[in-house]
């Protein structure tokens, strides 16, 4: 199991104090946040891709090959990387060229967005979200695995005798997750190529999700990629905790009651009873993350959201700190009854492992 923080970049107002962060501010926040999760022992940080207020991370390979720099284990991923609006060929060479950087350390989350109006501002129409997201994420598979394409779409024009540079490291590209929180067309892409499927498991019912990975794991099998069981599930989460569940609860009140995206609607309570969202101590956490198995199957990957709705820096790096003391009992009680052949989570390593062998 991989255990990680992801970050939306929201510049959010403060609801305790009504102050809010400059977006410098927010920007080296979040790498702040990066080099905490490294300290701490986690695996992964993920960051989102955003091109409007009031969010700040609209690039994220630039913050991802700083934090490459700064740091030496952890694995440097996407929140969401836009198959839809980013032309695929810079993707395939952004990507590869922080692979390099990073050494390998790299993996990205592809994904739609669910902001609609970034598709004109690039150029799109939303109308042609998934057919924008099969297109494109062919021609990015293809670029990293073929040294010259040539290639002819709907969405862009044509490629001959194409060589994207540079080529992935050590030939093997970086791992991709599809992430997806209402679509089966993105489950099928993530089953046909063999790549992970992520589920965001943030603001729906577990039953919603439930049926997007069992989808997923079906067509997995039906690919001839393994198993049903053997196929590469990553999860959101998202938690507050204090020593007990009381000062938990009264602290993060006023940051859920106003979020812009879950305020002013179904109470904290409500919210924590019908979604992953766990309030409370360090053990309420670790009993409610540990039932998304039972929920799940054997997954790989676990992210947690942990610095939105206006939550100040030293709260998070608290936060974290709870994190980094629950993880090794997490990690220990996901192993127990795991089956030998549920495979962990992709690295560049275990992938070039997989090469040469």
């Given at each position: 199991m991989q255990f990680g923080v992801f970050t939306v970049g929201d510049v959010t107002p403060d609801p305790t104090t009504g102050r809010t962060p400059t977006e410098a501010e927010r920007i080296k926040a979040m790498v702040a946040i990066a080099l905490k999760a490294e300290e701490v022992g986690l695996d992964v940080f993920a960051t989102g891709e955003h091109h409007n207020p009031p969010f700040v991370p609209s690039s994220p390979t630039t913050m991802l090959g700083y934090i490459a720099a700064r740091t030496e284990r952890l694995i440097l991923s996407t929140a969401t990387t836009l198959i839809t609006t980013n032309d695929?060929?810079?993707i395939a060479e952004d990507y590869a060229m922080l692979q390099h950087l990073a050494d390998g350390r790299v993996d990205l989350i592809m994904g739609r967005g669910n902001t609609g109006p970034v598709y004109p501002w690039f150029g799109k129409d939303i109308r042609d979200g998934i057919d924008l997201a099969i297109e494109n994420y062919a021609l990015l598979h293809?670029?990293?695995?073929?040294?010259?394409?040539?290639?002819?779409?709907?969405?862009?024009?044509?490629?001959?005798?194409?060589?994207?540079?540079?080529?992935?490291?050590?030939?093997?590209?970086?791992?991709?997750?599809?992430?997806s929180i209402r679509s089966p067309q993105i489950a099928e892409q993530a089953a046909y190529y063999g790549d992970g499927f992520f589920a965001n498991h943030i603001f729906w019912p577990k039953e919603h999700f439930q049926r997007l990975i069992t989808f997923y794991r079906e067509r997995y099998e039906h690919h001839g990629h393994g198993a049903a069981h053997q196929a590469i599930v990553g999860l959101g989460g998202q938690v507050f905790m204090r020593r007990n569940s009381q000062d938990a609860v009264r602290e993060f009140r006023p940051y859920f009651d106003n979020a812009p995206v879950?305020?002013?609607?179904?109470?904290?309570?409500?919210?924590?009873?019908?979604?992953?969202?766990?309030v409370g101590s360090p053990q309420e956490v670790i009993d409610k993350t540990l039932t998304f198995r039972?929920?799940?199957?054997?997954?790989?990957?676990?992210?947690?959201?942990?610095?939105?709705?206006?939550?100040?820096?030293?709260?998070?790096?608290?936060q974290l700190d709870f994190l980094g003391e629950i993880v090794p009992t997490l990690r220990r009680e996901f192993a127990v009854g795991r089956p030998a052949d549920v495979p962990d989570a992709p690295t560049h390593s275990s992938m070039l492992k997989a090469v040469v062998r």
């Open positions: 695929p060929v810079k293809k670029l990293w695995r073929e040294d010259v394409v040539d290639w002819q779409g709907k969405h862009r024009t044509p490629l001959q005798s194409f060589t994207s540079t540079p080529r992935p490291l050590d030939d093997v590209p970086p791992f991709v997750w599809h992430g879950y305020g002013h609607g179904p109470s904290l309570e409500e919210f924590t009873e019908q979604t992953p969202l766990t039972e929920h799940f199957g054997d997954y790989q990957r676990q992210l947690f959201l942990m610095d939105h709705a206006g939550l100040p820096l030293k709260t998070v790096l608290e």
